[in-house]
T-cell receptor, first 114, second 112 residues
Framework: KAGVTQTPRYLIKTRGQQVTLSCSPI?????VSWYQQTPGQGLQFLFE???????NKGNFPGRFSGRQFSNSRSEMNVSTLELGDSALYLC?????????????FGEGSRLTVL | QQQVKQSPQSLIVQKGGIPIINCAYE??????FPWYQQFPGKGPALLIA?????SEKKEGRFTISFNKSAKQFSLHIMDSQPGDSATYFC???????????FGQGTILTVHP
């Protein structure tokens, strides 16, 4: 069974631009979560989707948004990029929304904002 | 507001040593406590997890000890190997949905 797939793996943007990151969960998994990982802040929860509905949202500004499609694939978007948005963005999937902590992470999309 | 505090930030041991990583939490609504292992260039991977009604759980060389009254839990790695060199994160899951709150991570180096 294929793991969580994230694209693109690396990207470079400039301040003010926007970016869209994509995540394909493990087949059969209906819950997708997004996390931001930085050296200073560690792993921070962005949002969680289940059956195309956002179920939970972290403490990030409205520039960060996401959605989930009927096939469970998910995208996240960051508009008006700032230097501080440079990070590794991790997508994770689980079979159920109450996954008892058993998230399966992808390898992440590393975003650099210049 | 950080709700899971992890220490130490980094840890160096010799092969065969027993590194111990500690975490403390504040929110009593947490109901599940997983540990994740992350290698460079990879996403975190679930290592072992425990529920608060259990005081200890072992899986291979990895053991979690849980002290519910003190709101603390720790990871012990028995007979550590150079291949265990990685970053380790403790985490806690709230009772609503699946959001995980992570500790800051511990960089473990096991020398041969």
């Amino acid at each position: 069974k294929a793991g969580v797939t994230q694209t693109p793996r690396y990207l470079i943007k400039t301040r003010g631009q926007q970016v869209t990151l994509s995540c394909s969960p493990i087949s059969g998994h209906r819950s997708v979560s997004w996390y931001q990982q930085t050296p200073g802040q560690g792993l921070q929860f962005l949002f969680e989707y289940f059956s195309e509905t956002q179920r939970n949202k972290g403490n990030f500004p409205g520039r960060f948004s996401g959605r989930q499609f009927s096939n469970s694939r998910s995208e996240m978007n960051v508009s008006t990029l700032e230097l501080g948005d440079s990070a590794l963005y991790l997508c994770a999937s689980s079979e159920l929304i109450d996954h008892t902590g058993e998230l399966f992470f992808g390898e992440g999309s590393r975003l650099t904002v210049l | 507001q950080q709700q899971v505090k992890q220490s130490p930030q980094s840890l160096i041991v010799q092969k065969g040593g027993i590194p111990i990583i500690n975490c403390a939490y504040e929110n009593t609504a947490f109901d599940y406590f997983p540990w994740y292992q992350q290698f460079p260039g990879k996403g975190p991977a679930l290592l072992i997890a425990i529920r608060p009604d259990v005081s200890e759980k072992k899986e291979g060389r990895f053991t979690i000890s849980f002290n519910k009254s003190a709101k603390q839990f720790s990871l012990h790695i028995m007979d550590s190997q150079p291949g265990d060199s990685a970053t380790y994160f403790c985490a806690a899951k709230g009772t609503s949905y699946g959001k995980l709150t992570f500790g800051q991570g511990t960089i473990l180096t096991v020398h041969p």
